[in-house]
């Protein structure tokens, strides 16, 4: 809501949105309407595709955070998106790859826990050996 209506604190609409996209979310989500409404957050929300980039390409980022991959301040994410909207084999390619890289944490192996996922942590021990343990 925030993108549609007071994007910064502004009183005005993200303007790095494209204008009929913000057309429709407008009918979508009025201002003093239903806050529990969802919306896809892409063009084919139920296909499994790389429409998402591509949409961020057209300023169709439904999120402050997805918009900001391809026009915000982050070295390499802009040629990320550009690189997966134009070629879907190589987004399907390396989403494999990261799918069984994240599920790859196995007990008993080093690892370790980042504060920030692309850098490694210094000086600081967030390594861990053996398997998680969830307390309730």
């Known amino acids: 809501m925030h993108r549609l209506y007071n994007q910064s604190d502004t009183g005005r609409p993200d303007d790095h949105m494209n204008d009929k996209y913000r057309d429709m979310l407008y009918g979508v989500c009025p201002i003093n309407g239903d806050e529990n409404i969802t919306c896809g957050l892409d063009g084919t929300p139920f296909d499994f595709d790389n429409r998402y980039f591509k ?9 402050n955070s997805d918009q900001d991959l391809f026009g915000g301040k982050v070295d390499g994410t802009k040629d990320m998106v550009r690189r997966f909207a134009e070629n879907k084999e190589d987004f399907f390619r390396a989403f494999a790859d990261r799918m069984v890289k994240m599920g790859d944490l196995q ?11 692309r850098v490694i942590n210094e000086n600081e021990d967030f390594s861990f050996h053996g398997r998680f343990i969830l307390e309730t």
Do not use: T, Y
């Open 55 to 63: 949409d961020l390409m057209r300023l169709k980022g439904f999120l």
């Open 107 to 117: 007990s008993g192996k080093p690892a370790e826990i980042r504060k920030n996922c």
